[in-house]
């Protein structure tokens, strides 16, 4: 059940897929804001 905590934590850019802490609002990759 890791992944289900791992999902929690982090999100993906809807722009580039890219994967993010949940603190972070912003991509690094792209610069989208999370939604």
């Not at 905590?5 to 989208?32: I, Q």
Request: proline letters at 0%.
């Amino acid at each position: 059940m890791s992944t289900a905590t791992k999902e929690r934590t982090t999100w993906v850019c809807d722009n580039c897929h890219g994967r993010e802490m949940s603190a972070r609002k912003r991509c690094r990759d792209c610069g989208t804001s999370r939604c």
